[in-house]
């Protein structure tokens, strides 16, 4: 089969099924996980398909259904442990101030601070805050904003203001999808405008992400690559994917 009939032999059966996982294609058509992907984003920019969180639904769905965070949280835990433990290694020196984005990777890297490393933190995730509230090594900083329900973080224009005040040795981001094209992205407008905050507002960016978000693309790009310095990964992602990322100027850091 060649790739353009395989394309259109995909879109057909996302449209008749409604969402279709990555792994469910790469299967029934009996190629890698990477082709697929590649299927996927030439489908896109068609305008055939919509890439969601490790697969597809129809362009027409009015809407990329975003996951809540106890959602995200059951999915890939072992490996978003395995990133959390490994981002521990970018933190800055003694005395530094670190910038910490809701997420259910980023709730596991903040649990697990060492307790002899004295910080300032600034996080808009309320569970972050919860956690770490209290702590006698911590000096903890919640910024101000609405409270979003799917994701527990504050966002909106005051948040957005906070951040740009800001000047943090290291933001630790999360993010709904990473590709070279699109860079990082989610599917919430102020999601996203917070994110971008955080970048601009760090000398160092990383982002923790399981691989199963490398190859994908959400509508808000909030991040160019050339704006994020590393990638803490898991050994799921593909040969491929990682040198694109690198050849992009990304250090990945596989935990």
């Given at each position: 089969?060649?790739a353009?009939?395989?394309?259109?032999?995909?879109?057909?059966?996302?449209?008749?099924?409604?969402?279709?996982?990555?792994?469910?294609?790469?299967?029934?058509?009996?190629v890698?996980?990477?082709?697929?992907?590649?299927?996927?984003?030439?489908?896109?920019?068609?305008?055939?398909?919509?890439?969601v969180?490790?697969?597809?639904?129809?362009?027409?769905?009015?809407?990329?259904?975003?996951?809540?965070?106890?959602?995200?949280?059951?999915?890939?835990?072992?490996?978003?442990?395995?990133?959390?433990?490994?981002?521990?290694?970018?933190?800055?020196?003694?005395?530094?101030?670190?910038?910490?984005?809701?997420?259910?990777?980023?709730?596991?890297?903040?649990s697990?601070?060492?307790?002899?490393?004295?910080?300032?933190?600034?996080?808009?995730?309320?569970?972050?805050?919860?956690?770490?509230?209290?702590?006698?090594?911590?000096?903890?900083?919640?910024?101000p904003?609405?409270?979003?329900?799917?994701?527990?973080?504050?966002v909106?224009?005051?948040?957005?203001?906070?951040?740009?005040?800001?000047?943090?040795?290291?933001?630790?981001?999360?993010?709904?999808?990473?590709?070279?094209?699109?860079?990082?992205?989610?599917?919430?407008?102020?999601?996203?405008?917070?994110?971008?905050?955080?970048v601009?507002a760090?000398?160092?960016?990383?982002?923790l992400?399981?691989?199963?978000?490398?190859?994908?693309?959400?509508?808000?790009?909030?991040?160019?690559?050339?704006?994020?310095?590393?990638?803490?990964?898991?050994?799921?992602?593909?040969?491929?994917?990682?040198?694109?990322?690198?050849?992009?100027?990304?250090?990945?850091v596989?935990?």
């Amino acid at each position: 089969m060649y790739a353009e009939e395989r394309q259109q032999a995909i879109a057909q059966l996302v449209g008749e099924r409604g969402r279709l996982s990555v792994a469910a294609i790469a299967e029934q058509f009996g190629v890698t996980t990477e082709t697929v992907r590649r299927d996927l984003s030439a489908l896109e920019r068609m305008g055939l398909v919509r890439r969601v969180h490790g697969g597809a639904v129809p362009a027409s769905s009015l809407a990329v259904i975003e996951s809540g965070l106890g959602e995200r949280d059951q999915a890939n835990t072992a490996e978003k442990e395995l990133i959390a433990k490994a981002a521990i290694d970018e933190l800055p020196p003694v005395g530094g101030t670190v910038l910490i984005d809701a997420g259910s990777t980023t709730i596991r890297f903040a649990s697990l601070l060492p307790r002899d490393h004295r910080l300032t933190v600034v996080t808009h995730a309320v569970p972050i805050a919860a956690r770490l509230a209290g702590l006698p090594h911590l000096d903890l900083h919640l910024l101000p904003g609405r409270v979003r329900t799917t994701t527990q973080a504050a966002v909106g224009a005051d948040t957005v203001e906070a951040l740009e005040r800001l000047r943090v040795d290291v933001a630790f981001l999360g993010t709904n999808g990473i590709t070279v094209d699109h860079g990082l992205s989610t599917p919430d407008h102020d999601e996203a405008a917070a994110k971008r905050a955080m970048v601009g507002a760090a000398r160092r960016v990383v982002c923790l992400s399981d691989s199963s978000k490398v190859g994908t693309e959400t509508a808000i790009r909030f991040a160019r690559l050339v704006e994020i310095d590393a990638l803490v990964t898991d050994a799921g992602i593909t040969a491929a994917d990682r040198a694109g990322l690198e050849d992009a100027g990304l250090e990945v850091v596989i935990a």
